[in-house]
């Protein structure tokens, strides 16, 4: 069964540019959520989707976007770019989502460097 | 907002020693503790996970303790192997929310 991939694994932009990031959950899960990994604050919550609706947002400003298709795969939209940024973009994929204690599988992330 | 804090920073263990890896919450509202392992270049793994209605719970090496009242939870990895060098999350998740800890970078010395 292959797992959470993401793409691309590496991007770098500079600032005022927008980026979209892609996530395909592994198959049968419905479930995706986005986490922001840097050193200085650790693993942040997004967003999560369900459905194709969003279930659940973090604490981000409206430059952070997503969607869900019907297929479950997952894009991340990120306006105007800042320096702060740049980090590693962490998706997850789950069956049901993160109500209840259903695993959370982890892609292996998109680094994002913004100069 | 931080709502799980975790430590140590970084932890140095011999190999064949015990590591321990600690975290606290703030919200009662939490009913699930998982822990990940995250190795370079890859992301996060759940390790073992604990609801609060239990202590304690096992698996091979790696046991969490559980303590409800002191709203706080650890990881113990006994007999610690080079392999086992990663960085360590906890989390807690509950209501729909999900929160992690800044990560415990360990180090098995051989």
């Known amino acids: 069964k292959a797992g959470v991939t993401q793409t691309p694994r590496y991007l770098i932009k500079t600032r005022g540019q927008q980026v979209t990031l892609s996530c395909s959950p592994i198959s049968g899960h419905r479930s995706v959520s986005w986490y922001q990994q840097t050193p200085g604050q650790g693993l942040q919550f997004l967003f999560e989707y369900f459905s194709e609706t969003q279930r659940n947002k973090g604490n981000f400003p409206g430059r952070f976007s997503g969607r869900q298709f019907s297929n479950s795969r997952s894009e991340m939209n990120v306006s105007t770019l800042e320096l702060g940024d740049s980090a590693l973009y962490l998706c997850?994929?789950?069956?049901?989502?993160?109500?209840?204690?259903?695993?959370?599988?982890f892609g292996p992330g998109t680094r994002l460097t913004v100069l | 907002q931080q709502q799980v804090k975790q430590s140590p920073q970084s932890l140095i263990v011999q190999k064949g020693g015990i590591s321990i890896i600690n975290c606290a919450y703030e919200?009662?509202?939490?009913?699930?503790f998982p822990w990940y392992q995250q190795f370079p270049g890859k992301g996060p793994a759940l390790l073992i996970a604990?609801?609060?209605?239990?202590s304690e719970k096992k698996e091979g090496r790696f046991t969490i303790s559980f303590n409800k009242s002191a709203k706080q939870f650890s990881l113990h990895i006994m007999d610690s192997q080079p392999g086992d060098s990663a960085t360590y999350f906890c989390?807690?998740?509950?209501?729909?929310?999900?929160?992690f800890g800044a990560g415990t970078r360990l180090t098995v010395k051989p």
């Open positions: 997850a994929s789950s069956r049901i989502g993160t109500s209840g204690n259903n695993e959370q599988f």
């Open positions: 604990i609801r609060p209605d239990v």
């Open positions: 919200n009662t509202a939490f009913d699930y």
């Open positions: 989390a807690a998740k509950g209501n729909n929310d999900m929160r």
